[in-house]
């Protein structure tokens, strides 16, 4: 399983940035996991965005969802010259009603609604999900294939559930766009890389991707922070992959 770090800022990318997108792919089979601002454009630098088998959203806020909105139109040109037999599968969480039901467009998407408690199959990956605590329901994802476990915080706050979902993973892809300063202000929403590194730690996790940087935080700082608690934890970066394996 290899996961490609297309976009890892949020709630805004820097200068050259994207928001969050993470292409997961293995034996052919290629996932979109959120689909940010500028992540259509980097996708193409590594796969024709035709060959995805799905897309998955872990929440509607924009800096997830916003490249659907431009996709829909190559996907929908492509189905109309007969290069495309069928829309692409979008799934997402389906709240707020009101930006679930912006993203069918034309012949573009067939989108349905993550469900927390049902597995979903893509290929050789088994999915499942559960809600975090952000401002609006976002999904945590638990991935496995025959190769490796990843699981994926989406944005979340802390919530003690957390440690058990992402027990035993091999890959934790952890949101981590505040410092502890923000936390003691009481900033809500997301986690510190401290926290993100004291779930990692107590989940038993291999491997700890902290992701979602904040354009205004010093991340080599925020680094700092969470390597008290996992040593070895790691700021994602865009373009680099990563080997998702037991
Ligand atoms: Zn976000
Ligand atoms: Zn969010």
Known sequence: MKLTV????GPYPPGGGCCSGYLL???NCNILIDCGNGVLSRLQEHLDYQDLD???????HADH??????????????????ERSEPLHLYAP???GEEFDRLPYKNAYTVKALQPGKELQVGPFAIRVRTG???VPSMAMHITSASGTLVYSGDTEYYPELEQFASGADLFLC???FTEADIENGLPNHLSTAQAARLAAAAG????LLTHHHPERDLTKSLKEAEKYFPAAEQAREGLSYDVAT
């Open 25 to 27: 792919q293995e034996n």
């Open 94 to 96: 389906d709240t707020p």
């Open 6 to 9: 297309l976009g890892c800022y």
């Open 175 to 177: 949101e981590a766009n």
């Open 133 to 135: 605590v952000h401002a």
């Open 205 to 208: 996790v291999k491997k700890l």
């Open 65 to 82: 969802v916003s490249d659907i909105m431009i996709m829909r139109y190559g996907l929908e040109i492509a189905y109309n010259r007969g």
């Open 54 to 60: 799905a897309v998955i959203l872990s929440h509607l």
